[in-house]
Structures are given as structure tokens and as C-alpha cells.
């Protein structure tokens, strides 16, 4: 059975880098998805590293759509709320596993640092 936050408003931030990382749109997705504390040089360069890595990129990609979905999810850490940590098996390398924590900052939910 699926693991999906409880969080509607998270669940929503999902669904749209989901679709952002579906769609190739990568700087929509790097501006909806890191912390907002980044500065614009720290932003440039994580938008150059994702647009010039192709396996980086899809393996971002993969790892939003299996906490999207929640098939691959084995729990959520934290309260949903105000922070949630997805763990879950890497889509791609077996005996890799992945932790991606979300927090919500100012109503809106971002990747921790």
C-alpha cells in the first residue's frame, strides 16, 4: 500500500514538481523545489548542475515521482505539518536508500538543504 503524505497542501507541492520534472521544465522545478534561502548564484549553479547532468536530473525526477506516488515510500518521518522526511528505496540503485526532507517555510513547502 502506498505511503502519500496526510498533508493536502504537500501532496499538492508534490503534484506540481512532479509534473514540472515530467515535463523537462527544469528551472520552474528548481525554483518550486529548493530552499528559499538560496542565494541567486546558489540557485544558478544547482540549475546548471541538473541542466548539464542528465542522470542527476533523472534521478531527481525519479525520486519526486516515487514520493509522490508513495510506492516506493516505506515510512514519513516527522509531523507533516511542518516537516516531513520521505525514506524510501533510490529508484534506480538497489541497496541505496534515500532520505528527502520537505519543510514548510512561510506557508510554503520547500526541499531541506
Keep these: 500500500m502506498p505511503k502519500k503524505t ?27 523545489f529548493v530552499p528559499l534561502d538560496l542565494t541567486p548564484d546558489e540557485l544558478a549553479s544547482y540549475l546548471s548542475e541538473l541542466t548539464s547532468n542528465a542522470e542527476q536530473w533523472g534521478n531527481l525526477a525519479a525520486e519526486i515521482s516515487s514520493i509522490k506516488w508513495g510506492t516506493r515510500v516505506k515510512k514519513i518521518l516527522g509531523d507533516q505539518i511542518t516537516t516531513a522526511t520521505f525514506c524510501f528505496p533510490h529508484p534506480f540503485y538497489e541497496q541505496v536508500d534515500r532520505e528527502v526532507t520537505f519543510v514548510q517555510v512561510d506557508g510554503e513547502w520547500r526541499a531541506e538543504g
Design 6 to 32: 496526510s498533508n493536502a497542501s504537500l501532496q499538492a507541492k508534490l503534484d506540481v514538481l512532479n509534473t514540472l520534472a515530467e515535463e523537462g521544465k527544469k528551472e520552474q522545478f528548481v525554483h518550486a
